[in-house]
């Protein structure tokens, strides 16, 4: 066998092509004797999760071979590129094998001491240290470096932003420098106008986004990965948080707007992507729940499944089925602008053009 060869309406396209599979890469001319594996329905480029987190372990003790099975998990639905926002282990082994999604981590969660969740992340006593921790997970990661931005004070009692902004702009432009880019956890409104003026890449869930932020960000082009099936948890934390009553207040606050926070962004033109969080709390395998998601607080099918698919592929730098590109497809027997449910359903998965699923 010379290659495989696959047919079907390509997307974001609207026509059905011939296309043909060898040494992992995607041909539109004709190979020879090539086996055909897809005949009709619809090619997608592979599936992005731009929040994931593989080698978080619910037990707090997590190891390679579990991590490698998250993968899996998040694999068989279709999800072949996982932006991973922090783990607590070294995942480069998984990067090595071949049946595993392509996965582009930031390294650690850098935070403070008490101001995020134990063993995750790498913890600063004086904040002046970031802009020497950002360096040093610029070279671990991927091109990604991931912060904390903000995170319960129980001094306070509700949400605080973790760094000074003079600190944030020194640190962003390190990473900026290593050619790295910066996303960040925040949840409230008070810590998002620091890192979007320090020039933040991308800010993950972003429940406190208000007019002025979503704004700012459209202007920069700084992206939001809004992770709402994670935001349905909010409730569930703040039950858990009768100690600290504004908290559990601001929490359930933040959750009641997500809809219209996020619908805002949207319609600015800030550029969204579909992210799970899965690790962090959420089961993987569910980044279909958080496209649907993103369909319903506004985006259309189409612009939602962008947000996990092509879209979201061009922003990490990588592309979808392209003359040349490495064969990462997913074929349904219907069309996924139609009814995102069908994304439920693929009728193959193809990994470094390897049918996996």
């Known amino acids: 066998m010379t290659g495989l060869h696959l047919r079907g309406v390509v997307l974001p396209g609207a026509e059905a092509r011939d296309l043909w599979v060898v040494n992992g890469r995607v041909r539109f001319t004709p190979v020879p004797y090539a086996e055909t594996v897809v005949d009709g329905g619809f090619l997608l480029p592979g599936l992005v999760d731009a929040h994931c987190h593989i080698g978080i372990s619910p037990s707090g003790d997590p190891n390679l071979d579990e991590a490698a099975e998250q993968a899996v998990l998040d694999r068989d639905t279709g999800a072949l590129l996982i932006r991973d926002c922090g783990a607590p282990i070294d995942t480069r082994p998984l990067q090595e094998r071949l049946d595993l999604p392509r996965i582009v981590r930031a390294g650690r969660h850098i935070s403070r001491p008490k101001r995020y969740l134990r063993y995750l992340g790498v913890e600063l006593e004086d904040p002046e240290q970031l802009p020497e921790a950002v360096a040093e997970q610029a070279a671990y990661g991927d091109g990604w470096v991931k912060l904390v931005g903000d995170w319960i004070d129980r001094s306070l009692g509700d949400l605080t932003p973790l760094w000074p902004d003079d600190v944030l702009v020194k640190a962003i432009e390190v ?33 406190g986004l208000t007019a002025d932020t979503v704004s700012t960000m459209a202007a920069a082009g700084t992206a939001l990965v809004p992770t709402l099936i ?26 009641a707007g997500v809809a219209d926070t996020v619908r805002m962004a949207i319609e600015a033109g800030v550029p969204v992507y579909a992210g799970t969080d899965a690790g962090g709390g959420i089961e993987h395998g569910r980044l279909v729940d958080e496209i ?61 053009g390897r049918i996996v699923s």
């Not at 790295?180 to 869930?205: K, N, Y």
Request: aromatic share 6%; net charge negative.
């Open 230 to 255: 994670n935001v349905d948890t909010f409730p569930q934390l703040a039950a858990g948080a009768a100690k600290y009553p504004a908290y559990a207040a601001h929490m359930l606050q933040l959750h």
């Open 292 to 352: 649907e998601a993103l369909h319903r607080v506004g985006m259309s099918a189409e612009q939602a499944l962008a947000a996990g698919s092509w879209a979201a592929r061009d922003w990490l730098g990588y592309s979808g089925i392209e003359d040349g590109a490495a064969a990462d497809i997913v074929a349904y027997d219907r069309d996924p602008r139609q009814d995102l449910g069908v994304l439920r359903s693929p009728s193959m998965v193809m990994l470094r």
């Open 175 to 207: 990473a900026h420098q290593a050619g790295a880019r910066v996303t960040a956890h925040v949840f409230g409104e008070d810590a998002i106008p620091g890192l979007v003026a320090a020039g933040i890449d991308c800010v993950e869930h972003g429940t």
